[in-house]
């Protein structure tokens, strides 16, 4: 049974915003939602993470539904770089790495 | 410069051969994770260690070994026992703080292939 439910692949324009949304229907009121990124062949990187209300970072923001049972990732100006495979974790279910969104950008 | 480095970054070995992963990280985290991730997957836990000299089995265990004998450093190492070990290893770090809000730093990964 999957614990976070994510599209399989996004594509963006350079330049333009993205929102990558992330539903979570199971999670508890003491999860915490982390974001982790994976470029081609690296290890995942921390993104962002948040409780209830938005969250900003160099990085991103992190938009959280009022009753915490999605998110959204927003990259506000996506780059090549940008272009990866993103996942979305509930705090509970910090060891599994679901196959997340892969993120094409398109120059 | 704080960080997890995994090496080495390309292994290759024969069917049979015993082989050990080094992960070291400078971090001063307590808690440290091995990964498995195969080609258009997501990453799956083999164990995990949150204190020194102690560690659990994450998933997929069967066929893999740690030991924790520093709190810097964690090798894996990947039996005879494990069926199918082509893969990409990952190595990660935390505080190892209680509660949900605690991060895991990566480290670049190895890429073990079995000739």
């Known amino acids: 049974d999957a614990k976070t439910t994510q599209p399989n692949s996004m594509e963006s324009n350079e330049e333009e915003p993205v929102h990558l949304p992330c539903n979570h229907s199971?999670?508890?009121?003491?999860?915490?939602i982390h974001w982790y990124r994976q470029l081609p062949s690296q290890g995942p990187e921390y993104v962002i993470h948040?409780?209830?209300s938005n969250v900003n970072n160099r990085m991103a923001s992190l938009a959280i539904a009022e009753d915490r049972k999605s998110s959204t990732l927003i990259l506000h100006r996506a780059t090549l770089r940008d272009a990866a495979v993103y996942y979305c974790?509930?705090?509970?279910?910090?060891?599994?790495f679901g196959t997340g969104t892969r993120l094409k950008v398109l120059a | 410069d704080g960080g997890i480095t995994q090496s080495p970054k390309y292994l290759f070995r024969k069917e049979g051969q015993n082989v050990t992963l080094s992960c070291e990280q400078n971090?001063?985290?307590?808690?440290m994770y091995w990964y498995r991730q195969d080609p258009g997957q997501g990453l799956r836990l083999i164990y995990y260690?949150?204190?020194?000299?102690?560690?659990q089995k994450g998933d997929i265990a069967e066929g893999y070994s740690v030991s924790r004998e520093k709190k810097e450093s964690f090798p894996l190492t990947v039996t005879s026992a494990q069926k199918n070990p082509t893969a990409f290893y990952l190595c990660?770090?935390?505080?190892?703080?209680?509660?949900?809000?605690?991060?895991?730093?990566f480290g670049p990964g190895t890429r073990l292939t079995v000739l």
């Open positions: 990660a770090s935390s505080m190892g703080v209680e509660g949900s809000t605690d991060t895991q730093y």
């Open positions: 974790i509930p705090g509970t279910y910090k060891y599994i």
């Open positions: 971090l001063n985290h307590d808690a």
């Open positions: 948040g409780l209830t």
């Open positions: 260690s949150q204190i020194v000299n102690d560690f």
């Open positions: 199971t999670i508890s009121g003491t999860d915490y």
